[in-house]
């Protein structure tokens, strides 16, 4: 392959998919495939409800009735993968399979031309590559959740807020209003970016308001049919999801030992999941909400404790990889970024400081972070290569004075 095929975004594309497929192939040659379900379980269990029949209903595997624990848009894309190929058949799990390196694949060529427009040529390019080969990125498209498509949404919103920037027509705000409705159906966290983000897109535009109405309509035209949903075949108003009760107690009750403390949830926990059946879903969340609420007023310290340590292991784990100092890179890069074009750099800022703030309060995995790793990326390449393109200038001199050139004259 020729070097200048690196720049080339079809070659990205196809090596970062190329690649996700072969590890699956060497790694399901010695491991039952069946195991992906596990990754996803109570997406797989709604699905598979819907699938059968049965309706939006019973996340843990047995009759719960109807629920919002999880959101629409990925089991909707699960019931018909099993709807073609069955309910957790082998053919069903490469599919998703595929489909996970396919949204992995093409978050590569996001980035690509993400870091091409933001940064210039090389930023994407280098961080595309990463993408596309890092060993962690390459792991997570095994998980049978939105986590891959999540990121595929983080980077489309930003090349698509670079478009709508540039727009004072009606259909371009409508179809971002569109697509901000469609990824907060996808990941609910995804909500606090596009509040900052229309806001930013907005400033200068002679008619913001009337381009924010034509937005904010879009995005409810999307939103209202769930909500409706939800509404009547749980009797509460929920936006997308309805287990932030849960999420809280689960990070902030007695006994939790570890940011990444799941042992009480009812899938691990049989008297939980008890409890669940008996009071049923909106119940069973009210009484945990209360109860972690309880804790955190009982316990301030305790929590403002524990919220460092969520805080310290979203950025930080898993401990063994590289992700603290790409983390590290990535707030320099992003102190670089809003430097240079505060407006531009809304994207970054937004995905760095306001996404993780869920997971700081509740509970906080490793893979939680991967929807803005693709920004992350990009940052820490930028970071990189202005420290590098700096040193660079201070190394050549003037042949005639022998003084240090600008990085202009460089």
């Known amino acids: 392959m020729r070097l200048q095929a690196f720049r080339r975004p079809t070659w990205l594309f196809a090596t970062a998919l190329l690649v996700r497929v072969g590890f699956f192939i060497n790694l399901f040659r010695s491991t039952p495939i069946a195991g992906i379900w596990n990754t996803g379980y109570e997406a797989c269990h709604v699905a598979a409800s819907l699938a059968s029949g049965m309706g939006f209903s019973s ?34 799990a490469w599919t998703m399979l595929l489909l996970n390196a396919l949204f992995a694949a093409l978050t590569a060529a996001g980035i690509y031309f993400a870091g091409r427009r933001i940064f210039g040529d090389s930023a994407g390019i280098i961080a595309g590559w990463i993408w596309a080969l890092m060993p962690y990125a390459i792991v997570m498209s095994i998980k049978v959740w939105e986590t891959s498509l999540s990121a595929l949404v983080v980077i489309a919103g930003v090349l698509m807020y670079g478009q709508v920037r540039n727009s004072r027509r009606g259909i371009d705000w409508a179809a971002w209003g569109g697509f901000c409705g469609m990824g907060v159906l996808i990941n609910p966290v995804l909500a606090p970016l596009y509040v900052p983000l229309s806001l930013g897109a907005a400033i200068g ?138 407006i531009k750099a809304l994207p970054f800022l937004s995905a760095l400081l306001l996404f993780p703030i869920p997971y700081y309060v509740t509970h906080a995995d490793n893979w939680y972070r991967h929807p803005i790793e693709p920004l992350m990326i990009l940052l820490a390449v930028e970071f990189l290569r202005r420290v590098w393109l700096n040193i660079g200038v201070r190394g050549r001199r003037d042949s005639r004075t022998g003084e240090p050139l600008s990085e202009s004259e460089g």
């Open 59 to 92: 996340p843990f595997g047995v009759p719960t009735g109807p629920t919002a624990w999880v959101s629409p848009v990925y089991v909707g894309i699960l019931v018909a993968v099993f709807k073609l190929f069955g309910a957790y058949s082998t053919a069903a």
């Open 205 to 342: 535009a002679r008619r913001r308001v009337a381009l924010l109405s034509i937005s904010l309509a879009a995005f409810s035209a999307i939103l209202t049919p769930w909500m409706a949903r939800n509404y009547f075949q749980l009797h509460v108003l929920l936006p997308v999801r309805s287990n932030f009760g849960e999420e809280l107690w689960l990070g902030n009750h007695p006994g939790v030992s570890a940011p990444d403390h799941e042992r009480s949830h009812p899938l691990a926990a049989p008297a939980e999941l008890a409890s669940y059946r008996q009071a049923g879903e909106v119940d069973f969340m009210v009484q945990k909400r209360r109860a972690a609420f309880a804790f955190i007023n009982e316990h301030p310290d305790l929590f403002a404790r524990l919220t460092l340590q969520r805080i310290l292991h979203f950025w930080s784990s898993p401990p063994s990889s590289l992700w603290i100092p790409i983390s590290a890179l990535s707030w320099a890069g992003l102190m670089l970024a809003m430097r240079r074009d505060f």
